[in-house]
Antibody, heavy 113, light 112 residues
Framework: QMQLVQSGAEVKKTGSSVKVSCKASGYTFTYRYLHWVRQAPGQALEWMGWITPFNGNTNYAQKFQDRVTITRDRSMSTAYMELSSLRSEDTAMYYCAGAFDIWGQGTMVTVSS | QSVLTQPPSASGTPGQRVTISCSGS????????VNWYQQLPGTAPKLLIYSNNQRPSGVPDRFSGSKSGTSASLAISGLQSEDEADYYCAAWDDSLNGRSWVFGGGTKLTVL
């Protein structure tokens, strides 16, 4: 079946970076935009950006424009989201979503000093 | 502060019909379609409605969506206990501040 499997939970120090992976299976990776959405504890969903797996084009939310990088490896059917200059407010569950109808299980990122 | 406005909570008894509203502006709901997501406790969101009123395969027809102007609504008929979840609306936003997907603040549905 179609699924996205994300990498495991991360604990990071303030000011460092985190890179989360999202591996697709059960469908053609290049056929669906791949979005990244985060959710702070008890808070709403927040869109971070997308990548077009076919050609690698990206579009980032203005809020994250200078700190987020989304990439993909077509040979591995895997997308990556790297967030830099981490601060405590970045503590959240990070989800990848294929065309918003296939969601990963989420990756918890905890940022502390 | 979310770009799309939803009531923080809603409730109903089993069998009832409940509606959840989502208010936006001309740059998002007013000019683009709306999606709805269901998030059960401790799980990833699930696409419930896309393109205002379309249900993905497997979503019961108890769930329906509509849009008028800069607002949208999700209706759940024949409410069941397993419908207790958080519900989010979302739309593409073409504002001058930057084009992006925007979400509502979420509505927690309680089945009494």
């Amino acid at each position: 079946q179609m699924q996205l499997v994300q990498s495991g939970a991360e604990v990071k120090k303030t000011g460092s970076s985190v890179k989360v992976s999202c591996k697709a299976s059960g469908y053609t990776f290049t056929y669906r935009y791949l979005h990244w959405v985060r959710q702070a504890p008890g808070q709403a969903l927040e869109w971070m950006g997308w990548i077009t797996p076919f050609n690698g084009n990206t579009n980032y939310a203005q809020k994250f424009q200078d700190r987020v990088t989304i990439t993909r490896d077509r040979s591995m059917s895997t997308a990556y989201m790297e967030l830099s200059s981490l601060r405590s407010e970045d503590t959240a569950m990070y989800y990848c979503a294929g065309a918003f109808d296939i969601w990963g299980q989420g990756t918890m990122v905890t940022v502390s000093s | 502060q979310s770009v799309l406005t939803q009531p923080p909570s809603a409730s109903g008894t089993p069998g009832q019909r409940v509606t959840i509203s989502c208010s936006g502006s001309s740059s998002n709901i007013g000019s683009n379609t709306v999606n709805w997501y269901q998030q059960l406790p401790g799980t990833a969101p699930k696409l419930l409605i896309y393109s205002n009123n379309q249900r993905p395969s497997g979503v019961p027809d108890r769930f329906s969506g509509s849009k008028s102007g800069t607002s949208a609504s999700l209706a759940i008929s024949g409410l069941q206990s397993e419908d207790e979840a958080d519900y989010y609306c979302a739309a593409w936003d073409d504002s001058l501040n930057g084009r992006s997907w925007v979400f509502g603040g979420g509505t927690k549905l309680t089945v009494l």
